[in-house]
């Protein structure tokens, strides 16, 4: 009795393990790309907060004045007081300490989705496939949105990027990940 339970037990066991999965380049790219969103944005996240009690207006306009950046904006023909550059030194005067640390709190709790992600990636979870599916995805709108506001090559090539996970990972899901499927 116990040769049959053993050899049922051994039946089970080696129709429960799923086979190997094949090597996923394209995957790799994208684990890697979720891992450096989230450390830029924990990094963002932390400069942030270690900011937030600075005068970030008078860093600007210290900022403004280094010779490199005189000296990039004469050679990209930008005038100091170009209205964009205006416009950001504005938005850096509203901002408060709380206001700052709040935004870096937040940044940092955002990071925590592309680590998440990228290491649910790692090990072929098929939740992670599709965590990664919907937060790219998210996004894709609310790019389009602002390109068609202000086209930008960096924004078109981050929608492009969003947009290349988001059909990869969709194509391709029953390929490369892991799926916990029970047979009786």
Excluded: C
């Amino acid at each position: 009795m116990s040769t049959q339970t053993d050899a049922a037990a051994k039946g089970w066991a080696a129709g429960a393990q799923d086979p190997p999965l094949k090597r996923a380049p394209t995957l790799y790219a994208i684990i890697f790309f979720k891992l450096v969103k989230g450390i830029l944005f924990l990094i963002f996240g932390i400069v942030l907060y270690l900011k937030a009690s600075h005068n970030l207006s008078q860093e600007w306009a210290d900022l403004l004045k280094t010779d490199f950046v005189e000296r990039l904006f004469q050679i990209l023909r930008i005038h100091p007081e170009n209205k964009f550059l205006q416009h950001i030194a504005d938005q850096i005067a509203d901002l408060t300490e709380s206001k700052i640390k709040v935004t870096a709190v937040f940044t940092v709790l955002f990071s925590l989705f592309p680590f998440v992600e990228g290491a649910g990636l790692i090990f072929r979870a098929s939740w992670a496939g599709w965590l990664a599916i919907g937060e790219s995805a998210f996004f894709v709108p609310i790019e389009i949105y602002e390109l068609a506001r202000q086209f930008s090559v960096g924004l078109l090539l981050i929608t492009l990027v969003n947009i290349l996970i988001v059909w990869y990972l969709y194509a391709n899901r029953e390929r490369l990940f892991r799926h916990h499927h029970h047979h009786h």
